[in-house]
C-alpha cells in the first residue's frame, strides 16, 4: 500500500498496527499471522505444486509482517510519547526511527517489487500485498531522509508549543486549546475575535514558512526520485490508482453537487450575522469576515447557532447542562460513547485503552499536543486516545469520532499487515461521524438522559437541522480547499511568497469567506495555522468522509428498520446496523473499497444524494428565508461574481466507484487518525 508516511511522523500517523479482535478466541499475535502464512503455504502448495517463486514470496510476506510489526510498534510507543510529551529528547527519538524506518521499507519495497513483477495468476490477497508494499515512496538518500524527519519535528513542535499573548494587564499567554479555541467560539466582540484570530495566524505561520517550503522541495525529490512528477502526482495516485488525472476533476463535480446547499446556507448566516455585527462589517453580496463564524479555520460554524437560529430550542446547551447536573467527568464521556458501540455489538475498548490513553490535558507542566488522535500501538491489545477533553458537546462528537477509529483497528485486526487499514481513509473518517449523526439527535440524547424527552416539533428539528449544517455542510468547501492548495504548491504553481494570498483566494472563491484585515505580507504562512499543513495529512480525507457518512447512516438507519426522515434516526441498540457496519469493517483494505462500500450500502457509488436527502427539509426552509429576507444568495470575488438572488436549482449526481478510487492512503497512515 502506498506509505505517504515519511513526512508525517511527527504526530503518530505512520503507524499500523496488528490488532488482534478482543471477541475471537485466540490473540493473532505476531506469532500466530506467521502460523497463517505457513498455512497458507502449505494449501498453495498442494494446489499448485512446486512454484518456488510463490514459496519465496510467501516467506518474504511472512518476515514483512513481522518486522513491519515490530517497526511500527516501536514508532507508536515514540509518536504516542512525543504527542503526550512534546520535548526534544522525544522528537529526536521519533526522527531516528523515521530514518530508521525509511532504511527498513526502502529494502522491503525493491523486494516486493520483484514479487510483484511475478504475481500474475498468483491468489488476489497475495498480489494485493505486495502491490501495496512496492508502492512505498522512500529516499534513498539517508541524509534526505533524516532532514525530511527534523523539519517535520520542528514543524510539529512549532504548533503545539505556538501561544498567544496579550499586550496589556498581566500579559497573560494562551493555548490555542482550550483558550483561544473557546474565545473563538464563545465572544461576540469583533476586535476580540479578530484579536485571538489574527494571534493564532501570527503565531505559527510565519515561523514555519521557510521550512515548509524546504519540506516542499525534498517532498517533491522524493516523488521524482520514485517515479513521479511531484507530490500532487502521489496524493492523486493514493486518491485514485486507476485515474489519478481524473481525480481532481472528480473532486470539482462533487463540490459542485452540494453548493446549491452551501450557499443558501452562507447567505441566511451572513443575513443574520449582519443583525449582530452591522451591515457596514457584514455586507450583503460580499465575503463574510472569517473570525466571525465561531472556529479559528471557519470550517466549523455550529458554535454561532444562537445567533442565527430563529427559534429558542437549545438542546446541545440543554445536553451540557445535563454534564453538569451529572457531574460528569471526562472519562464518563468516553464509557458513554463506547456503550453506545458495544449497544450495536461492537466492542468494547480494551485495558490498555483505559490505562494508557491521555483523556485530559496534563496539569504537570506538560506541553502536548492537544489535537485529538487515535492510536494503534501495534501489539493487538494497545489502543489509545489522545486529547485534551472539555465538557461540552463539540468534544462529546469527538469522543465518539476518535472511538470509530479504534473501533475500526479492533475489527480489521486479524488482516494481514498491509490490510489492516481503512478501505479508504475517507472510510476510516466516515465511521465515528456516522456514529454521531445518531449520537447528536434528541432522541438519543433523551435516551441517555442528558436531555429530557418530547422535544419533536417542527421548529426543533429545523433548528437541529440548521445546527448540524453549520457543522456539516458549511465544512464542505473547506475540507475541499485545504488540499487544492496544496496540490498547487507541489506542482510548483504558488510560489512561497504567494502561499498566504493563494490561500485566502480559495477562501473566498469556494466558502465566500474572507480575512478582515490585510493578509498579502510575504512573511506570513497563514495555512500552517491549521494542523494539517504543517503536520502533512492529506485533508481530502474529511471532505469525502463527511459525504461518505450520510451514506452509510441512511444505510444503517434502513437496517435498523427506522421508518421516516434519516435526521430523526438513532442506530443505538440495533445489532442489525451493528452487523452490517461489523461486516464492512472487518474487510479493511483487503478489498477495493467499492466492495467495501457494496457491503455496506449496497451500492458501488459514491454518491451525494444521501446528504442532500438529509438535509432537504433544511434546504427548503433556508430557500424560503432568504427569499422572504432578500438575502443575496452568493458572493462577489475579484474579477468574478457569483452572487444570485433566490437560491440555485438542485443538482443530481452519482458517480460510479467501479473503477475505483483504490486505496485512499497508505496503510501506515491509518494508525493514528484525528479529527478535523
Not at 217 to 224: D, I, R, S, V, W
Not at 548 to 555: G, R, T, V
Request: aromatic share 12%; net charge negative; charged share 25%.
Amino acid at each position: 500500500m502506498r506509505l505517504l508516511w515519511r513526512f508525517m511522523l511527527p504526530l503518530s500517523l505512520l503507524l499500523v498496527g496488528a490488532a488482534s479482535h478482543t471477541r475471537r478466541k485466540s490473540q493473532h499475535d505476531n506469532e500466530a499471522r506467521i502460523l497463517d502464512l505457513l498455512l497458507q503455504e502449505l494449501k498453495l502448495t498442494e494446489e499448485r505444486g512446486n512454484d518456488d517463486q510463490l514459496k519465496e514470496a510467501l516467506d518474504f510476506l511472512r518476515d514483512y509482517n513481522q518486522e513491519a510489526d515490530l517497526m511500527s510498534h516501536r514508532m507508536a510507543l515514540y509518536e504516542f510519547d512525543f504527542n503526550t510529551n512534546v520535548t526534544d529528547i522525544n522528537s529526536k527519538k521519533v526522527e531516528d526511527q523515521q530514518v530508521l524506518f525509511n532504511s527498513f521499507l526502502q529494502t522491503q519495497k525493491f523486494k516486493a517489487e520483484k514479487f510483484y513483477k511475478e504475481s500474475h495468476g498468483w491468489p488476489d490477497d497475495i498480489s494485493r500485498q505486495l502491490k501495496f508494499i512496492s508502492m512505498a515512496v522512500v529516499s534513498t538518500d539517508p541524509h534526505l531522509a533524516r532532514e525530511m524527519a527534523e523539519i517535520s519535528s520542528n514543524l510539529s513542535s512549532i504548533y503545539a508549543s505556538a501561544k498567544v499573548c496579550e499586550t496589556s494587564g498581566d500579559k497573560k499567554c494562551h493555548d490555542l486549546e482550550p483558550d483561544l479555541l473557546d474565545t473563538m467560539a464563545n465572544s461576540r466582540d469583533y476586535d476580540e475575535l479578530l484579536w485571538a484570530w489574527k494571534g493564532w495566524h501570527d503565531a505559527t505561520g510565519p515561523k514555519m514558512k521557510s521550512m515548509y517550503a524546504r519540506l516542499v522541495e525534498l517532498m517533491n525529490n522524493e516523488a521524482k526520485e520514485n517515479g513521479y512528477a511531484d507530490e500532487a502526482a502521489v496524493w492523486m495516485e493514493e486518491n485514485d490508482e486507476t485515474n489519478p488525472s481524473g481525480f481532481e476533476a472528480l473532486s470539482d463535480k462533487f463540490l459542485a453537487d452540494i453548493m446549491p446547499l452551501y450557499t443558501e446556507l452562507h447567505a441566511y448566516v451572513r443575513g443574520r450575522l449582519a443583525k449582530t455585527y452591522g451591515s457596514d462589517r457584514v455586507q450583503d453580496n460580499k465575503p463574510i469576515s472569517v473570525h466571525l463564524l465561531g472556529n479559528m479555520w471557519a470550517q466549523d460554524w455550529s458554535s454561532i447557532i444562537s445567533l442565527v437560529s430563529p427559534y429558542a430550542n437549545k438542546l446541545f446547551q440543554e445536553a451540557e447542562k445535563g454534564m453538569q447536573s451529572r457531574s460528569l467527568k471526562a472519562v464518563d464521556l468516553f464509557k458513554i460513547a463506547e456503550e453506545f458501540y458495544t449497544s450495536i455489538g461492537l466492542d468494547p475498548m480494551t485495558d490498555a485503552f483505559w490505562k494508557y490513553s491521555m483523556l485530559t490535558k496534563p496539569t504537570d507542566g506538560r506541553t502536548v499536543q492537544c489535537h485529538a488522535a487515535a492510536h494503534d500501538m501495534s501489539t493487538g491489545k494497545d489502543f489509545r486516545i489522545h486529547m485534551c477533553t472539555e465538557m461540552n458537546m463539540f468534544n462529546f462528537y469527538v469522543i465518539h469520532h476518535e472511538m470509530g477509529h479504534v473501533e475500526y483497528y479492533m475489527e480489521y485486526a486479524n488482516q494481514p499487515h498491509e490490510f489492516r487499514g481503512g478501505a479508504h481513509s475517507g472510510f476510516h473518517e466516515a465511521i465515528g461521524d456516522t456514529i454521531g449523526l445518531s449520537v447528536v439527535t434528541p432522541k438519543h440524547l433523551a435516551t441517555i438522559g442528558l436531555v429530557d424527552a418530547g422535544q419533536d416539533t417542527y421548529e426543533n428539528s429545523i433548528s437541529f437541522l440548521l445546527n448540524l449544517a453549520l457543522q456539516k455542510v458549511a465544512f464542505l468547501p473547506f475540507g475541499y480547499l485545504v488540499d487544492k492548495w496544496r496540490w498547487a504548491v507541489f506542482r510548483g504553481e504558488i510560489e512561497p511568497d504567494e502561499y498566504t494570498t493563494s490561500w485566502w483566494r480559495l477562501y473566498q472563491q469556494h466558502m465566500g469567506l474572507a480575512p478582515a484585515v490585510p493578509r498579502d505580507d510575504p512573511r506570513l504562512f497563514d495555512p500552517g495555522s491549521k494542523f494539517h499543513i504543517p503536520i502533512g495529512v492529506p485533508y481530502i480525507r474529511y471532505f469525502l468522509s463527511f459525504m461518505l457518512q450520510f451514506h452509510f447512516h441512511e444505510a444503517l438507519c434502513n437496517a435498523s428498520g427506522h421508518v421516516g426522515p434519516c435526521h430523526k434516526c438513532d442506530i443505538y441498540d440495533s445489532k442489525a446496523a451493528g452487523k452490517k457496519l461489523l461486516n464492512m469493517l472487518q474487510l479493511g483494505s483487503s478489498k477495493p473499497w467499492p466492495d467495501a462500500l457494496e457491503q455496506l450500502t449496497g451500492a458501488r457509488m459514491f454518491d451525494t444524494g444521501p446528504l442532500r436527502r438529509y438535509f432537504e427539509p433544511l434546504r427548503l426552509w433556508l430557500e424560503k428565508q432568504n427569499q422572504k429576507n432578500n438575502y443575496t444568495v452568493g458572493w462577489s470575488v475579484p474579477g468574478k461574481d457569483i452572487s444570485t438572488k433566490g437560491s440555485s436549482k438542485k443538482k443530481n449526481s452519482a458517480i460510479s466507484m467501479d473503477a475505483s478510487f483504490g486505496i485512499i492512503i497508505a496503510a501506515f497512515l491509518g494508525a493514528v487518525l484525528l479529527h478535523i
